[in-house]
């Protein structure tokens, strides 16, 4: 199993929300690259950034912070927030990122992001399934939709995507355990699909549950800036 520590980023700063809530923000470090190579001398060789100000203002922010990282650690960085349109998209690829992560856009303009699929070739996207009760959100979580979960899997499957994250809305940035059992419904009818959990992480014990339910990763955010879990940790499972 795959950990991937995520980076959010806004004005340039890594910070965590709860919920998605800008509201709900903190503010942990000035400096993105500093928390980067943290994760890479820990021997950590993937990273999650996630540019909010993007996400907010429905195009790519925060590329700059990409370029430093790419340009001075050696992560395999996915990048997403606000990728709406192909520049966007080149953009991301263009300042270092190994994957560009779409979550909206595959709900919102299916025929667009198909033919990205098409055009970059479906193993260059990270797909993200937000979800709430097992339904869709869009639009930063601020919209639940109708689109079932097992659905939207298996639409993009069919196109050749198979790096997934799935986010458990409700969990995200609460610190009180993933969503195991949806992830088990979902590898349960998706066994070729690299599923990676995302969301409610806060203890090595969550970790621990989630490779034995079968995800291929974990994205982990706020339980390694809360100290829940320490980098050291982390070593039995690179």
């Not at 190579?37 to 950034?49: P, S």
């Not at 430093?68 to 953009?91: H, N, P, Q, W, Y």
């Amino acid at each position: 199993m795959v950990i991937i520590p995520a980076i959010d980023v806004i004005e340039g700063k890594c910070v965590r929300l709860t919920e998605g809530n800008y509201l709900q923000k903190k503010i942990y470090n000035e400096n993105p690259l500093e928390v980067a190579k943290q994760f890479e001398d820990a021997g950590l060789t993937r990273l999650h950034l996630v540019d909010l100000d993007g996400a907010k203002a429905g195009a790519v922010r925060n590329w700059k912070v990409l370029e430093t990282i790419a340009a001075k650690t050696s992560l395999v960085i996915d990048f997403g927030g606000g990728i709406k349109t192909e520049k966007d998209v080149r953009i991301v690829f263009n300042s270092g990122a190994a994957l560009a992560t779409v979550s909206s856009m595959a709900v919102k303009e299916e025929k667009e992001f198909v033919r990205w699929l098409q055009l970059f070739g479906a193993g260059k996207f990270f797909l993200g399934a937000d979800v709430k009760e097992e339904k869709i959100t869009v639009s930063g979580w601020q919209e639940t939709t109708d689109v079932w979960v097992y659905d939207f899997l298996e639409k993009y499957r069919a196109y050749g995507v198979q790096y997934i994250f799935c986010t458990d809305v409700s969990k995200d940035g609460r610190l009180e355990g993933p969503a195991t059992e949806l992830y088990k419904r979902i590898i349960a009818k998706f066994s070729d699909i690299e599923l990676v959990a995302s969301g409610g992480v806060s203890s090595v014990h969550d970790l621990d549950e989630l490779q034995e339910a079968g995800c291929k990763g974990v994205i982990i955010g706020k339980a390694l800036y809360e100290k829940r879990i320490s980098l050291q940790e982390l070593k039995k499972y690179l």
